[in-house]
Nanobody, 121 residues
């Protein structure tokens, strides 16, 4: 059974940091593109960052320079620095089987259950 399990969310103050982790199991994900998305109440799921199977990364403009995505084996991480209240959302890990990574959530094949990040001002 394929599973993606996120952890590391929590409640922090603006300017603080969090590190999210996503543990993947049930298949080998090293050949997949991995990504983080987030969803705030009443909004669409939003792209945050993806990391290609090669290890190169791409970020949404809203998080560029503050967030760093990385991967190791069947795990993917999101280091979030200088957090802002607008970063408050449920964060989801996703995996995509395919040649070209995407910022479109509909393209991704596997999803975790999400972890809540709350940033207070």
């Amino acid at each position: 059974q394929v599973q993606l399990v996120e952890s590391g969310g929590g409640v922090v103050q603006a300017g603080e940091s969090l590190r999210l982790s996503c543990a993947a199991s049930g298949r080998t994900f090293s050949d997949d593109h991995m990504a983080w998305f987030r969803q705030a109440p009443g909004t669409e799921r939003e792209f945050v960052a993806f990391i290609r199977r090669s290890g190169t990364a791409f970020y949404a403009n809203s998080v560029k320079g503050r967030f760093t995505i990385s991967r190791a084996g069947n795990a993917v991480y999101l280091q979030m620095n200088n957090l802002k209240p607008d970063d408050t959302a449920v964060y989801y890990c996703a995996a995509m089987v395919g040649l070209v990574p995407s910022t479109d959530a509909g393209i991704y094949d596997y999803w975790g259950q999400g972890t809540q990040v709350t940033v207070s001002s």
